[in-house]
């Protein structure tokens, strides 16, 4: 590769899939002090199939729960392990924020850890959520149904509002980040996608709808039917009964983006040069 004023550099490692995709640009980004090459390719938008049920998913803060009547799968997140790396770089900043250490600072490796940390961080939940999306659109896809997930715009909205410091700030990210690799993973796929309104989906019976009552931790009991489950499942059956009902009519428009973007076969990961 030939770069303008006669730079030459060396690609190491190319992914031979791009070559069937006549459709496809690369951008060369220089960032601290590495080169890395972007590779976008564009790949034709698949037609969706007719589902034969729902995958619901109900995304909660130390778990995701996918399923319906008859599966269930639950999917530990990576909030506390982000967390960790967070609460490094913030004692690290809070060690050295006085401006004695301003001069310092600027010539020691204090605030590349520190943003080492934060990077850490973010990178652990984008990994999570592009594996965890992957998993989600390929059960649907093996079983022909259609993906259901909560409309969390509202509740992601709320946690940004809440002190820098709390982990609500990788909360909202995990959950942003998880609802838009799921709704891209399902366009390119051709998985129809339905978004719920969340409202009531872990308080009322998903049989009679009548207001659950908590006899336990995470255990709700319905009075009138006698139905008894963990909050997360009835989640999970409340999601698929709205998606069902959805499903009569027309389904929801995709929220994906356009399918311009990187492999998420391979997390995203571009060639190194």
């Known amino acids: 590769m030939e770069l303008i004023g006669g730079y030459r550099l060396r690609v190491i490692g190319w992914d031979r899939r791009y070559d069937d995709f006549p459709n496809r640009e690369a951008r060369l980004v220089f960032r601290e002090g590495e080169f890395t090459l972007y590779v976008f390719k564009r790949v034709p938008r698949p ?150 309104d969340p409202a009531g989906t872990s308080t009322i019976c998903p049989r009679c709808g009548t207001k659950l009552v908590e006899v336990g931790h995470r255990r709700l009991r319905c009075p009138r039917c006698g139905l008894e489950a963990d909050r997360d499942s009835i989640a999970v059956l409340n999601i698929e009964r709205r998606a069902l009902s959805q499903m009569g009519g027309t389904l929801a428009s995709p929220t994906a983006p356009q399918m311009t973007d990187v492999s998420p076969n391979r997390w995203g990961e571009p060639p190194h040069l």
């Open 47 to 196: 037609a969706k199939y007719a589902p034969k049920g729902v995958l619901a998913v109900d995304i909660n803060e130390r778990q995701i729960v996918v399923g319906n009547s008859s599966v269930e799968v639950r999917v530990e997140t990576p909030i506390e392990r982000a967390l960790r790396y967070r609460r490094l770089a913030e004692r690290l900043q809070e060690k050295y924020s006085f401006p004695k250490y301003n001069a310092w600072l600027r010539r020691s490796g204090i605030m590349r850890r520190v943003r080492h940390f934060h990077r850490k961080a973010k990178n652990i939940i984008e990994d999570w959520a592009r594996k965890t999306s992957y998993m989600i659109i390929s059960l649907a896809k093996q079983g022909q149904l259609a993906v259901a997930r909560e409309d969390l715009t509202g509740l992601v909205e709320s946690l940004r509002r809440l002190p820098k410091g709390h982990k609500s700030a990788l909360l909202a990210f995990g959950y942003r980040r998880l609802a838009f690799w799921v709704d891209w993973q399902a366009e390119k796929n051709g998985v129809p996608i339905l978004v719920i």
